[in-house]
């Protein structure tokens, strides 16, 4: 069982940055990857960004070059860092984690919203 907890969501402006965070219950150095997904209103949830235990990146193509994901092993600690933000990269951002089991953990989400 992993529990996930994001952060660092909220309301900025076009152009501005933020910083999601994830905190992991366990050590994410021993899952398979770990990644974070947003889901707009009417719109299915989508793969942003992709992080694997070898250390390679995954990146939707819409945020490709504006976004970059991070991990902290010693603090069980995902990163995303969104800059250029746009007001369609407004969505629920949720964490998720995937052991080598290949059973997969959410977390709650947290919200963006980018005003034009």
């Known amino acids: 069982q992993v529990e996930l907890v994001e952060s660092g969501g909220g309301l900025v402006q076009a152009g501005e940055s933020l910083r999601l965070s994830c905190a992991a219950s366990r050590g994410i150095s021993s899952m398979n990857a770990m990644g974070w997904y947003r889901q707009a209103p009417g719109k299915q949830r989508e793969l942003v960004a992709l992080l694997t235990s070898g250390g390679s990146t995954n990146y939707a193509d819409s945020v490709k070059g504006r976004f970059t994901i991070s991990r902290d092993n010693a603090k069980n600690m995902v990163y995303l860092q969104m800059n250029s933000l746009k007001p369609e990269d407004t969505a629920v951002y949720y964490c998720?984690?995937?052991?080598?089991?290949?059973?997969?953990?959410w977390g709650q989400g947290t919200q963006v919203t980018v005003s034009s």
């Open positions: 998720n984690a995937r052991m080598w089991s290949m059973m997969t953990y």
